[in-house]
């Protein structure tokens, strides 16, 4: 037996339309095919997705899924842009996140002409990002960013040290959270924070940034790097707008309405992402316990392992219900903010259970690297903490219920 004869869940009513089933497989058979087959050779290589794969995505629209039609992309919403990236993470969780380094992200600049060109090379996937908003010290809490810009004629010099920029080296540009000046008595300490945009060449760093890969023990297919900027110019052109606001970046703060859009948009993202890899866990599983046999039966006869299973399939389930729901809600344009935090945090909770008692279910094979469950359980364990942990969900979930204490 094969990946082919699982059968993947099918999308269900509501959700489903005729476009959403035909997406759907597209998605499904390029990670089967494409996707699934790199990761096999290069995920133990700890090395990145090749170009040649970004191609095949950028070809079948993924990098624009929510760029208007207008500016070259498919003009869809929130919901499609999570299906496709289920189906990709459930082959390489990587794959499911590049794409979230096109989607429009980098265009936010003053010009239209520019903007609307630059939101022609994302949908194309001829725009490919880095984000640098964390820092050493500043995490969780990125209001303490202490990367500084200073202003030099037409020009910023950006100087400090940023933490886990994704993609960084083979980005075409990296979005530097840096602060412009104090926040004022009053002001919030995110105040005179804002971001620009590091226009680079593939594969090198511009002057005045220098990095080094982070040696991570998963989300391999990505390199996630420690990035040095030591005057780095940027020009006042290439200040972005409209993603933090004036308010600047503190994410549990709320802020502006843009801001909260995208926040919540990569909850969901990372929870439908969680689900992917939570599901590949569960397909894994239904193979090996036809295949392995002990006291004489295949081990898919124990009831309990078969109630395992089940239980297993019943939260992939549950949580891809609720990333559907959550996408739809933002699609309506709904602010959707305590349940973006919910679903990011049950879905990637449930995918370290799931692919963890995937890895019991699979024995001693389970602990080498020679099945692909082992993986699945090191890229599950990210989800909980990147892109805000469970711990920051569980308190913008609670500030809206309780009121603010002193933490
Ligand atoms: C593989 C990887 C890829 C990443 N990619 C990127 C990227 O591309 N760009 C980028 O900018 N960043 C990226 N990040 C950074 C990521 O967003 C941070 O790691 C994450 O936000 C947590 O911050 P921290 O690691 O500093 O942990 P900390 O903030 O130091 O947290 C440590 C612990 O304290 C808890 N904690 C902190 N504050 C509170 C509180 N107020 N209440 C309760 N608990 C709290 C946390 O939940 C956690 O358990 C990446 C991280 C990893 C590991």
Known sequence: MTIRDVQPPELLSPWRTPERAALQKAARDFARDVVLPVADELDPQKAEMPRELIEQLAEQGWFGITVSADHGGLG??????????????????????ILARGQGLGTQVLDDDRRAGLLRRSAAGDWIGSIALSEPTAGSDLAGVETQAVRDGDDWVLTGHKRWAGNALAADFVEVLAR????????????GLEPFLVVKERGTFPDGMSGTPIDKIGYHGFLTWDLQLDGL???????????????????????FASVQRGLNIARVHTAARAVGVARAAVEDCTLYLQEREQFGHPISDFQALRFALADMAAEVAQARAFWQQVAHLLDEGEPAEQESAAVKLLATEMAVKVTNQAMQLHGGNGYTTERRVERYWRDARLTTIFEGTSEIQRRIISDRMLPRGRS
């Open 233 to 255: 110019r940027v020009p006042d052109s290439d200040r972005l707008t409209g993603l933090y606001g004036d308010e600047g970046a503190d994410a549990d703060a709320g802020g």
């Open 180 to 191: 412009v000046r104090e926040p004022e008595e009053g002001e919030s300490r995110s105040a």
């Open 76 to 97: 869809l919403g929130v919901f499609e842009y999570c299906l496709v990236s289920e189906e990709l993470a459930r082959s390489w969780l990587s794959v499911g996140s």
